[in-house]
């Protein structure tokens, strides 16, 4: 964080986990793969810190609409390689679909983002971080890319924060009789990478010592 941004305060990160005080992490339990969600689990019961369920029933809209507005976003820088015959097929549906993105969808999308960055912030209000997993499912094969397997759906947990601009950090974690890693992805409120940061510190020194 220091290399990407000039004032992020390091020293505030680390004060931030020696305050006295333990993080309270708000645990969302979505749809995916249970070993991922035991990974998860697994790496916050190794430092026993305050926990509490919460839920965010906007997630799914906030997907869809952080689609959209990727989708206009996309189709304005390149669209025009649709013409290239160059595209692998998932990339080439996806700009079709993308430069087929109408008005009233961008409008909707942006009523989305507004709703559920409330939503985001008053769950935030309660905790320091929400914590879920990174990606819902492990990542597709060599094999499956090359027959063009589509990978939108990874993107289900990350993307509508995307949309509601929370600082995000994914922390790599074991996952349970598998040799890959999965993502516990830790969000905070707006403005506070710091904590982020200092919450995945002091899991990932708990994880270390497993």
């Known amino acids: 964080m220091e290399a990407l941004a000039e004032d992020f305060d390091s020293e505030a990160a680390r004060a931030k986990e020696q305050n006295g005080r333990p993080f309270r992490l708000g645990v969302v339990r979505p749809d995916c793969d249970p070993a991922i969600q035991e990974g998860v689990d697994s790496a916050l019961r190794a430092r026993s810190l305050p926990m509490t369920e919460v839920v965010l029933p906007g997630m799914e809209q906030a997907f869809d609409a952080g689609l959209t507005i990727i989708n206009v976003e996309t189709a304005a820088a390149f669209g025009h390689l649709v ?43 309660e905790v320091d971080a929400l914590i879920l997993p990174t990606m819902p499912v492990l990542p597709i094969t060599l094999a499956q890319a090359k027959v063009g397997a589509s990978v939108i759906g990874v993107s289900a947990l990350i993307r509508p924060f995307n949309l509601s601009g929370h600082p995000a950090l994914s922390l790599p974690i074991p996952l349970p009789g598998l040799a890959i890693k999965g993502g516990s992805q830790i969000v905070t409120r707006h403005g506070h990478d710091e904590t982020a940061c200092a919450i995945a510190r002091i899991i990932e020194s708990s994880l270390q010592r497993l």
């Open 83 to 125: 013409r290239s015959g160059l595209l692998q097929s998932d990339v080439h549906a996806r700009l079709c679909a993308a430069k087929a993105t109408q008005l009233d969808a961008i409008a909707h999308a942006e009523s989305v983002r507004v709703l559920f960055t409330r939503e985001v912030d008053a769950a935030l209000e």
